[in-house]
């Protein structure tokens, strides 16, 4: 049986931006369905990949998928905030690319045993993999009005935060809110009709982000993928929403002028020295891509040099 596995977003440019084609050592931190590796197995006899995800049923796959290069493809299991402690340590410092796919891939959003869709009917888990310790259930739950309000507000930018946290507890006040259909139910019912599927989208993002702790992990992520690059190495992160991006961005920016010094001194004598520089401005997919790949929608791809 064939099997649709996720298609890469921004592949070709991904390829060229980081010079795969000069690359012997490279880390995968989100191999997903194993686009992006298999793309720089194929293309480059000698490349070793490290591989990671949180998803043991997305490694699997990517394993089967990747098995004609089991011995230059090695996928663990992990979180990329560890990234610097999950690649041998013989690897670090000597990394010649990384790149992060953030967010879930086609295929996860598909499973509905995930409960990542409003819809499909499914437990609600939203955990990208075993290691994740809180489920959407449990938030869901047994947050106060007041917590749930914030995580649909900082994690969603959803403007209906509180009105929606109010009917969560008021509906779990009778039985708890057991399934994706149950919370969307709830979302449709206290939400603009022109909105519904934005709102529902949003809240569904909040909650997924906020039981992966996905922004908390990529700013643990960003310097460590720094660390791990020899001098001249390149990182690309792909995201998928502006909450993402918007860290992203802080980061490059952080990295590239970290002198403290006040601006009226002439020269600088905080001994702060950029990390990385960025190398393109901000990357999107074109028209033709989205048209051809939804997932690529809101992608928006960074790629930065270590110094
Ligand atoms: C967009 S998909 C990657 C798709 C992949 N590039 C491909 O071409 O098939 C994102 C993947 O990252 C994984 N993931 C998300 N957050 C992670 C984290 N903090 N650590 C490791 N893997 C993570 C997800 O489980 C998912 O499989």
Redesign the pocket.
């Known amino acids: 049986m064939s099997v649709s ?2 298609k ?1 977003v921004l592949l070709d440019r991904v390829l060229e931006l980081l010079r795969v084609d000069d690359c012997r050592v490279v880390v995968d ?8 590796s298999k793309a720089f197995l194929t293309r480059v006899p000698e490349i070793q990949i490290y591989g ?4 043991p049923e ?1 490694m699997e796959r990517a394993k089967q998928r990747l098995a004609a290069w089991s011995d230059r493809f090695h996928g663990f299991l ?4 560890d990234v610097d402690e999950l690649i041998p340590p013989e690897v670090v410092g000597h990394v010649d690319a990384v790149v992060a ?5 086609f295929l ?1 959003l598909s499973e509905a045993n995930k409960g990542f869709m409003f819809s499909e009917n499914g437990p609600l888990s939203m955990k ?2 075993p290691a994740i310790e809180r489920d959407a259930f449990t938030v869901i739950n047994e947050s106060t009005e007041r917590e749930l309000a914030d995580i649909f507000f900082h994690f969603g930018e959803e403007r209906q935060s509180r009105r929606i946290a109010r009917a969560v507890v008021k509906q779990r006040q009778s039985a708890p809110v057991e399934t994706t259909t149950d919370l969307a139910e709830i979302v449709r019912n206290v939400s603009r009709k022109d909105h519904v599927v934005k709102t529902l989208a949003r809240i569904f993002q909040a909650l997924r982000i906020y039981v ?1 702790d ?1 922004l908390t ?1 990529l700013d643990h992520f960003l310097p460590r993928a720094i660390s791990i690059l020899r001098p001249g190495g390149r990182l690309a992160v792909l995201s998928y929403h502006s909450l993402e991006d918007r860290r992203v961005k802080r980061f490059i920016h952080a990295q590239e002028h970290p002198c403290t010094c006040p601006p009226q001194l002439p020269v600088c004598i905080c001994g702060k020295k950029p990390t990385c520089k960025n190398i393109t401005k901000l990357v999107r997919p074109d028209a033709d891509e989205i048209k051809r790949n939804k997932s690529a929608r809101s992608a928006r791809l960074r790629v930065v040099e270590k110094c």
């Open positions: 596995y996720h890469p931190c989100t191999v997903g369905d194993g686009g992006f990671f995800d949180l998803d997305a992990g979180n990329f905030k796919d953030l967010g879930v891939s996860q990208m993999g992966n996905e992990s």
